[in-house]
């Protein structure tokens, strides 16, 4: 059984959540139950000291009286503790009452990152897009929350700074880059109540990470270039220090912006507007690393892969020729396709390039690469039998990808760009013997998947249509877009894109945008001279055929060269693709 990539399911979401859950939890809590990290009055503080933010009831030193105020504490590590200093005094009887936590406090610390965790995994298997609902993806996901949250506990610890320095927003960042902005939303929503709670969610606290996570990801304008990273978190850290001065207003009644900002390294606002750079400038750092982790291929890495020098690029050409020709081909249709819809445009080309691997093992077995007038092995093999050699490809095609280390994402192309379908040709040529064997249609199935995104539907699509766009003739827009609703049809009849998550806005689009693509691609050509002279002496060696239009009754035909000429009978299983009866009919299938 060819192996895929593995979808995370409802058990694996509850186990991902509670173990998760519990290593947020430890991360949280872990100080706690460290003997020698526990403050004492008359010692030096062995970690910085935290009261989150919050009312308190003080006495001022001068009256005596009592009075009701909106503050936080924090005392630095190192500090010498004196009981006669009213923080510090503060500070050590709250983290008296927290040495050792109580249980009920710790198991509902517990539950909170519990349903936190459950109700992403539980939305990214769902409601989010077949990438994200991997199990690798998730694992990833959820990894770098963790190392995000120990990067805050970090900060809060060794450091005076304020917490709203914590560089949360980069983890959104990361997925609107990887995936898309709504799972990023719903991370930054995730991330920010687990960074909260290591301050026992601190309102304002929470409030600006939210705050700044999603104009993180709205300000991430372009997503193909990584420096934008850095300037959508410098906007989104103003706008977290906007909501914190509005917040702040609300509780007290006043805030003085210059005040504030004059205390340096203390000042709140800074620690807002610098807490969104220092995730910007993690996000383009980390990237690559933080992209891996997730399952995703970077644009770096895909960039390379493009390189025609690339040792499996040059193999499929000396080895597979045309169907390396047929891939090229494939690959300017699917990345106009891809970008017309706002999907990845470069991993569908890469896709396309190396999907047909497979075929260099038998690369004889593929009408592409005969030579003219060449005989076809399929001609005395059995249907299942030339069937089986056929379907192979696919399965060669991912095993020769993986073992050169190709990236996962660009492996599925492989397994996924025949889906489930059936070979056709070969099913009816075994009907039509009468099948003696009494063989049913899954000994003509593909082994491998359905398409699960939308770059690998288009490249099914584009695999189908290219090859079928060469029986095209004239190379007509409407002619075009009839053969592509037609394939489009076909497929969507055999369930093929129900798992791709391709929308009937998305189709439209495509059908347009390639047929677009195609006329271009076949366009016109002005004759050269001696092609007129050439024409003209044909001409005038060939009897006149009554009816015959002249030789050059038009300048503007379309070059030899660019176009092919017009099929004969025997080949019928081009003409099939033109019908809708999908590749199986033609480039893959034909042994006529």
């Known amino acids: 059984m060819l192996a895929t990539r593995v979808r995370a399911g409802a058990t694996a979401g509850l186990v991902l959540s509670l173990i998760f859950a519990a290593l947020f939890t430890a991360i949280g809590t872990f100080d706690l139950y460290v003997p020698s990290l526990a403050p004492r009055l008359g010692e030096t503080a062995p970690v910085t000291l935290r009261i989150p933010y919050g009312p308190r009831i003080v006495r001022d030193a001068r009256s005596g009286r009592l009075a009701y105020e909106h503050a936080r504490v924090i005392v630095p590590r190192g500090t010498l503790l004196h009981e006669e200093n009213d923080e510090h005094r503060a500070a050590f009887a709250y983290e008296s009452t927290r040495r050792p936590p109580a249980t009920a406090r710790l198991v509902s610390v517990f539950v909170i990152h519990f349903i936190v965790c459950l109700m992403l995994t539980a939305y990214l298997r769902r409601f989010g897009q077949n990438r994200v609902r991997l199990l690798r993806a998730q694992i990833g996901l959820l990894s770098l929350m963790a190392g995000s949250v120990a990067l805050a506990k970090g900060m809060l610890l060794l450091t005076a700074l304020p917490e709203f320095w914590v560089p949360m927003a980069a983890l959104p960042l990361w997925v609107a880059h990887a995936f898309d902005r709504r799972t990023a939303f719903l991370v930054d929503l995730a991330v920010a109540f687990v960074a909260a709670s290591l301050l026992r969610f601190d309102n304002l606290l929470l409030s600006v990470l939210l705050v700044r996570g999603v104009a993180a990801t709205l300000f991430f304008f372009d997503r193909k270039h990584a420096r934008q990273m850095v300037i959508a978190g410098t906007l989104a850290g103003i706008s977290g220090a906007v909501v914190f001065i509005a917040l702040t207003v609300v509780y007290e009644g006043r805030f003085n912006v210059l005040a504030d900002i004059f205390r ?180 003509f199935r593909y082994p491998g998947m359905k398409p699960q995104t939308k770059e690998t539907a288009i490249l099914m699509l584009v695999d189908s249509i290219e090859a079928a766009s060469r029986t095209i003739w004239p190379p007509e827009q409407k002619k075009f877009e009839e053969m592509i609703q037609r394939v489009i049809f076909t497929k969507l009849s055999s369930g093929q894109l129900d798992e791709s998550g391709l929308s009937l806005e998305d189709l439209r689009i495509i059908t347009t945008r390639m047929a677009t693509t195609l006329v271009n691609l076949y366009h016109g050509r002005i004759k050269y001279p001696w092609q007129r002279d050439s024409a003209k002496q ?49 480039t893959e299938e034909s042994a006529s």
């Open 264 to 443: 340096g390294t203390s000042s709140n606002v800074l620690a807002c507007i610098g807490g969104g750079m220092l995730a910007g400038i993690l996000a383009r750092a980390l990237r690559d690393p933080a992209e891996r982790a997730m399952g995703h291929v970077s644009r770096e890495k895909l960039i390379d892969l493009t390189d025609l020098e690339q040792p499996l690029l040059r193999k499929m050409a000396a080895e597979a020729p045309g169907s390396w020709e047929h891939a090229r081909a494939m690959a300017n249709l699917a990345e106009a396709a891809a970008s017309a819809i706002g999907s990845d445009a470069l991993l569908t080309r890469v896709g396309a390039y190396y999907h047909d691997l497979g075929k260099t093992v038998q690369p004889k077995y593929f009408v592409e690469n005969l030579a003219h007038g060449e005989k076809s092995p399929h001609e005395e093999l059995d249907p299942e039998v030339s069937a089986d050699a056929i379907m192979a490809h696919v399965v060669m095609g991912t095993k020769i990808l993986r073992d050169g280390r190709i990236p996962e994402p660009v492996v599925e192309f492989a397994y996924t760009h025949h889906g489930t379908q059936v070979v056709e040709f070969f099913w009816h040529k075994c009907k039509e013997q009468g099948n003696p064997r009494g063989l049913t249609q899954e000994y």
């Open 538 to 586: 044909e001409a005038e060696k060939t009897p006149i055929v009554h009816g015959a239009p002249p030789a050059n009754t038009t300048p503007v035909v379309h070059s030899p060269a660019e176009l092919p000429e017009p099929k004969s009978s025997k080949d019928g299983p081009k003409s099939g693709e033109a019908k809708g009866e999908g590749k199986s009919a033609t």
